[in-house]
């Protein structure tokens, strides 16, 4: 069965601090993955994507990891600021019968 | 949110009232999509639309119509018979060709039955 995961379910760290959010997913064929970023009440809006030849990507203070090999990626952000208060949802792509496969968030809390 | 949006941001309903939720995107985009959220569950896929004049349902379809008359519009309605229809409703489009297929959202409708 297809699924995405993602841990922790909640957390919350203080302003100017990393942390790194995870996600393990069994979804075949994999195609891509890609982290989006949604603010409460609001649309979720994209990170990154990766393709599976991709280990690594960078946009700003978020990083993303990706080892096909184990199927896990991790999401790191850098330097926290209090508008990264959002929940952060994995979603990975299956190639075959074209489908995105949502995880169900990390929810973050930046506190001062 | 790009270019798309979604009226309105709150809507009220009675029960057994249809309703329609408006999604526009100046994106120039082919495909559209519908997907609901509830607290504690990931996004589930209603309806999307690959090119105007053709739709397919998604995971949970039932309960729900749509209709894509312009490249522009894919409204939403829920009808009388989707039994739990409380929830945050997400309009998206696509870019790209072939596995990429990133999304882009609107701002989304929070829906309630009163």
């Known amino acids: 069965k297809n699924q995405v995961e993602q841990s922790p379910q909640s957390l919350i760290i203080l302003e100017g601090k990393n942390c790194t959010l995870q996600c393990n997913y069994t979804v075949s064929p994999f195609s891509n993955l890609r982290w989006y970023k949604q603010d409460t009440g609001r649309g979720p809006v994209s990170l990154t994507i990766m393709t599976f030849s991709e280990n690594t990507k960078s946009n700003g203070r978020y990083t993303a990891t990706l080892d096909a090999d184990t199927k896990q990626s991790s999401l790191h952000i850098t330097a926290s600021q209090l508008s990264d208060s959002a929940s952060y949802i994995c979603?990975?792509?299956?190639?075959?019968?074209?489908?995105?496969?949502w995880g169900l968030g990390t929810s973050l809390a930046v506190n001062p | 949110d790009g270019g798309i949006t979604q009226s309105p941001k709150y809507l009220f309903r009675k029960e057994g009232q249809n309703v329609t939720l408006s999604c526009e995107q100046n994106?120039?985009?082919?495909?559209m999509y519908w997907y609901r959220q509830d607290p504690g569950q990931g996004l589930r896929l209603i309806y999307y639309s690959q090119i105007v004049n053709d739709f397919q349902k998604g995971d949970i379809a039932e309960g729900y119509s749509v209709s894509r008359e312009k490249k522009e519009s894919f409204p939403l309605t829920v009808t009388s018979a989707q039994k739990n229809p409380t929830a945050f409703y997400l309009c998206?489009?696509?870019?790209?060709?072939?596995?990429?297929?990133?999304?882009?959202f609107g701002p989304g409708t929070r829906l309630t039955v009163l």
């Open positions: 994106l120039n985009h082919d495909a």
């Open positions: 998206a489009s696509r870019t790209g060709q072939g596995n990429y297929n990133e999304q882009f």
């Open positions: 979603v990975v792509y299956a190639g075959n019968n074209r489908k995105l496969i």
